[in-house]
């Protein structure tokens, strides 16, 4: 517990970070996301308190593009983005588009019951309106731009110049955006979207993320110049009952 409690100390103070409080372990598996936050009281909180320390007070310097990263894989990033997203549109702050901006292992549509077929990818390949290449969940409130069909053979579009101007598309047709990328420490994508977007939240895995991995993923983003908007510390265990640890 200490090592965790240093390392969101440390990131905190060399990076002014926002630090965001743990998502539960159980939150990483599949069939107790699948896009119904308010099924899990505990996800559920930590995912508000998220929202309303990155997204609150709403004013017109506040981020409605945002990134969010693992600092390496199996950080729980993908189902931290989800909640978040569903968060977001459930209290008000919508229409929201989570993107699927992870080519690298996609999982979105199986999170959220729907299928992986025009997306992200096709968008970036093909003429047409953005919300053409997205799907509503359940509501006009939350929609999902999956990485889409060609995703296999198409991680190098998240360099190219259409990129930019679909994501412009994506804030005019949606009041906020959520992006999922893959792992800061193992590829690019996340510095590619996150130069685009208004800032990006690192996700961290408590006793697996090394403090000095996450200093490095800090020092890759500040060099790219993108904004570091949180941090979160997931899959945190309880040496106590976590009833009574909420109680604290």
Not at 150 to 169: G, T
Not at 180 to 186: F, V, Y
Not at 232 to 245: D, Q
Request: hydrophobic letters at 45%.
């Amino acid at each position: 517990m200490s090592r965790n409690f240093e390392l969101m100390q440390q990131l905190e103070i060399d990076s002014s970070l926002a630090v965001a409080d743990t998502f539960q372990p159980a939150f990483a598996e599949l069939e107790k996301v699948t896009g119904r936050v308010e099924r899990n009281g505990w996800a559920s909180d930590e995912a508000l308190g998220l929202v309303q320390r990155i997204f609150l007070p709403q004013t017109q310097d506040s981020p409605r593009m945002v990134v969010f990263s693992g600092v390496n894989p199996g950080d729980g990033c993908t189902g931290i983005s989800a909640s978040v997203a569903e968060t977001l549109a459930k209290n008000g702050f919508g229409p929201v588009c989570i993107v699927e901006a992870n080519f690298r292992s996609p999982t979105l549509p199986a999170l959220f019951g729907t299928k992986n077929q025009r997306g992200l990818a096709d968008a970036l390949l093909r003429d047409g309106p953005i919300r053409s290449f997205a799907k509503p969940l359940g509501s006009d409130s939350l929609w999902l731009l999956s990485c889409g069909a060609h995703a296999q053979h198409s991680a190098n579009l998240l360099s190219s110049e259409r990129i930019k101007s679909r994501l412009a598309e994506l804030r005019d047709e949606f009041a906020l955006v959520i992006i999922d990328t893959p792992a800061l420490m193992r590829y690019a994508d996340a510095i590619a979207i996150g130069q685009l977007a208004d800032g990006v939240v690192l996700v961290l895995e408590a006793a697996a993320t090394r403090r000095e991995a996450a200093q490095l993923a800090v020092s890759t983003l500040r060099s790219a110049k993108i904004p570091i908007l949180g941090a979160v510390l997931n899959k945190r265990t309880f040496p106590i009952p976590e009833p009574i640890y909420k109680r604290l």
